[in-house]
T-cell receptor
Framework: GESVGLHLPTLSVQEGDNSIINCAYS??????FIWYKQESGKGPQFIID?????DKRQGQRVTVLLNKTVKHLSLQIAATQPGDSAVYFC??????????????FGKGTHLIIQP | DAGVTQSPTHLIKTRGQQVTLRCSPK?????VSWYQQALGQGPQFIFQ???????QRGNFPDRFSGHQFPNYSSELNVNALLLGDSALYLC????????????FGPGTRLTVT
């Protein structure tokens, strides 16, 4: 079946550098995408979201880019800090509105911050 | 304002046994979704409860069942446990069945031996 996947399982960056985490999705009907951060021993924490009618959305130190032509999603973290170390998941909702088949998650990228 | 809480935090069971996990949603939320997260994988949707009924279900066998109480809290039951059921079980709450603003609890780590 269709699923959300990630390009890299592990990403190592220097503290202070920018991080880019990528995600590919295959369901063209996907309407809404979310990035989650999951620290060890904790549940996923919402970072930022984007609807399919948008190309870019910015938050505090984070930016999500959506390229519907190639079905690609990315999360950019500016000035990476030690507290950014975590596993990052992209997730999609295939339909507008609630009540769909739950969120579909990718496998995750482990972001490691080097001092 | 209490977030999503889950109990217990850890649990060890033997194959064939049954287990019940509990979740209390974030204040103001009325919908609870359950996810299974195997080690090194992303969470997989099990089912969603709203108005005390199962509304949506993922690709999980009938051994997985649940319940929602009038106070919106929820239970996940798994019968005839298999080794492959070992995972982190996450509860997420939202309002009005919306998936857009789901808040996750810390999870229950289930180990089946």
């Amino acid at each position: 079946g269709e699923s959300v996947g990630l390009h890299l399982p592990t990403l190592s960056v220097q503290e202070g550098d920018n991080s880019i985490i990528n995600c590919a999705y295959s369901n063209s009907a996907s309407d809404y995408f979310i990035w989650y951060k999951q620290e060890s021993g904790k549940g996923p924490q919402f970072i930022i979201d984007i609807r399919s009618n948008m190309d870019k959305r910015q938050g505090q130190r984070v930016t999500v880019l959506l390229n519907k032509t190639v079905k690609h999603l990315s999360l950019q973290i500016a000035a990476t800090q030690p507290g950014d170390s975590a596993v990052y998941f992209c997730a999609e909702i295939p339909y507008s509105g609630g009540g769909a088949d739950g969120l579909t998650f990718g496998k995750g990228t482990h972001l490691i911050i080097q001092p | 304002d209490a977030g999503v809480t889950q109990s217990p935090t850890h649990l060890i069971k033997t194959r064939g046994q049954q287990v019940t996990l509990r979740c209390s949603p974030k204040s103001g939320h009325d919908t609870v979704s359950w996810y299974q997260q195997a080690l090194g994988q992303g969470p997989q949707f099990i089912f969603q409860y709203y108005e005390e009924e199962e509304r949506q279900r993922g690709n999980f066998p009938d051994r997985f069942s649940g319940h929602q109480f009038p106070n919106y809290s929820s239970e996940l039951n798994v019968n005839a446990l298999l080794l492959g059921d070992s995972a982190l079980y996450l509860c997420a709450s939202s309002y009005g069945r919306e998936l857009y603003e789901q808040y996750f609890g810390p999870g229950t780590r289930l180990t089946v031996t």
